[in-house]
C-alpha cells in the first residue's frame, strides 16, 4: 500500500536516498513503517545504514531488522488503531477508520512526523487532525482531493463512527 500513493507524489526512487548519504549530501534518515532490507540488497543497505550510524530513526508498529539498527524507534498506531488514507494499487485513495484504542505511547505516523518537523523549526506543520492533512496534501496535490468521498470526523451513526465495508461484504 502506498507506493503508488509515493510515485503519484513525485517521489524519488530509495537509490536516491542511498546517493544522497553517500555522497553527503544528507546524514539524517527517518524510515516509516518500512523495513528497508524487504527493499533493497542486504549490502546496499547495510552500506546505507552503516553512513547514518546514530542519525536514523524509524516510525513503525513492527519491529524489524532496520528498526534494531535505529537510535531511537517511535511507536507507530497500526491501520486498526488509527485513521488514516492510503492509496491501493489502482491508484485510489481509500479512508478507514480506527477500530482500536492505542495504548500506552503510541501515535499515529503522521502525528510522529508532525511532532518532529515542528521540532526542526518547522512551525507551519499545524495539522491538529487528520482531516488537516488531508487539505493540505489536496491543496499541494489535487488527485489527492477527498473532500468529495471522506464524511466528516465528527458524523456517527448510532453514536458510532460510520461504518465501513466493501461491496462484497
Request: glycine fraction near 6%; aromatic fraction near 8%; proline fraction near 3%.
Amino acid at each position: 500500500c502506498n507506493s503508488l500513493g509515493l510515485h503519484m507524489l513525485g517521489a524519488e526512487p530509495l537509490q536516491q536516498a542511498f546517493e544522497l548519504v553517500e555522497q553527503g549530501d544528507a546524514d539524517t534518515v527517518i524510515v516509516v513503517e518500512n523495513d528497508l532490507y524487504r527493499r533493497a540488497g542486504r549490502t546496499k543497505v547495510d552500506r546505507f545504514l552503516d553512513a547514518v550510524a546514530g542519525k536514523l530513526t524509524v516510525v513503525d508498529h513492527l519491529m524489524h531488522e532496520t528498526a534494531q539498527r535505529a537510535q531511537h524507534v517511535l511507536p507507530a498506531a497500526t491501520f486498526a488503531e488509527t485513521d488514516g488514507t492510503l492509496v491501493n494499487n489502482e491508484g485510489r485513495a481509500q479512508v478507514f477508520n480506527q477500530v482500536f484504542e492505542a495504548k500506552g505511547d503510541i501515535e499515529e505516523s503522521w502525528r510522529w512526523l508532525r511532532d518532529a518537523g515542528n521540532a526542526a523549526g518547522h512551525d507551519d506543520l499545524v495539522f491538529m487532525s487528520l482531516a488537516g492533512v488531508h487539505r493540505a496534501l489536496a491543496a499541494a496535490h489535487p488527485v489527492f482531493d477527498l473532500s468529495r468521498e471522506e464524511p466528516e470526523a465528527t458524523l456517527r451513526y448510532a453514536k458510532d463512527r460510520v461504518p465501513r465495508a466493501s461491496h462484497r461484504y
